[in-house]
């Protein structure tokens, strides 16, 4: 039986390519997804801001004594900023085509490299947000020992042990996946990881492979001059860190400790046995007398983060990464382990046009979309855009780890 021709209606063609864009994603589609329903009617403008609220901590009594503590809220402001669409001629003909037969020659293509952008863009930011990092050698591909070190970090966190996943890119996968039998005994998982070259679940993480990996350089730096008086160059609730000695240049995603400055459990305050990890957050040019850092390092209270042991001058800085100690101007893979909630991606409602000949928009599963079109007299087209307005944010980074490729 032959298909049904039919003129092709702005919802079915909007709800389609919607579709089509989500099957399409792979990193955003295992992160929180939030859609800004403010904009419902208006219409949202590039620049918006939403604030995410951050989990309360608070202080634990001793004893009979009241001891009360106020509740300070804090917030973090995620700004709606990124706008990418794709832009199509359609012709008359094209618009009379079956719906199968529009998607499998113009949505598909178009939605799968849209899909492709929007994950490489937050993906990418969402890397270079990240501190907590496994050392793993330079130019070698992560093993099932990384991957399970991996889960260690976002245990000291104390990510949910549900909804933790790995993203990788292929020679990462290939790695894990060929070691994978000598640790894992699910028939179906080694049966997938030999036919496949991909994996199933692994250590507590559900494992996906993109190419859309970014790829850090390290800045220029030199690992081995650069220190630190912890004693005032680390100031609690500040996020500047104050050193000396520093030589080279620092690029956003660089990551380091400081001697005997140590991570805390997130709920006991107690010490653990190795140090805190820190990211760059502002490029530095050579000779840097200062580092914009996260965490924040916080030496106290309900939001204590780190624990500064022995404080006082000449604290080495060593920049970590692949190599160990993070060779300087050298660029690898960050594939990543995390949990749903480390990240959050937003979307909004764009502004809807008036007098336009076609235009409709729809949101699923957290996305929101816009199709413009409208026609081209002289050249007898139909140039129509779908529009996605997004921002992201790495809202719980102690929930996720870098494997360096």
Known sequence: MSNTLKTLGDGDITRKALSILHNNLIFCKTINRQYDDRFARSGAKNGGTLLIREPNQFTVRSGAVMDTQDVTESTQTLTVATQRGVDINFSSVE???????FADRILRPAMTRLAAEIDSIVLTACAKA?????????????DTVDVRSARVKLAKGLAPISDRFMIMESLSMNAVAVDVPTWYHSGSEIAKAYDTGLMGRFSGFEFYETEMIPTVTNGSRDDTTPICNTSTGITSGDATITTSGGDGTLVVGDVFTIADVYAVNPETKAAYDHL????????????????????????????????????GASKALVFVGAGGSGTASTGFPQNLAYHKDAFTLVTAD?????????MAREVYDGISMRLW????????????????????????????CRLPG
């Open 130 to 142: 990240v501190y907590n990092m496994v050392y793993t050698t330079i130019g070698t591909a992560p």
């Open 95 to 101: 618009l009379t085509l079956s719906m199968d037969d």
């Open 373 to 400: 079109r409208d026609g081209d007299i002289v050249n007898d087209k139909v140039p129509c855009r779908l529009d996605v307005l997004f921002g992201y944010k790495a809202v719980r980074p102690e929930w996720a």
């Open 350 to 358: 764009l502004e809807m046009i008036k007098g336009a000949d076609m």
């Open 276 to 311: 805190q990890q820190f990211v760059v957050l502002e490029a530095e040019a050579a000779d840097f007398t200062t580092i914009e850092a996260s965490p924040t390092p916080i030496t106290s209270g309900a939001k204590q983060n780190v624990s500064l042991v022995s404080a």
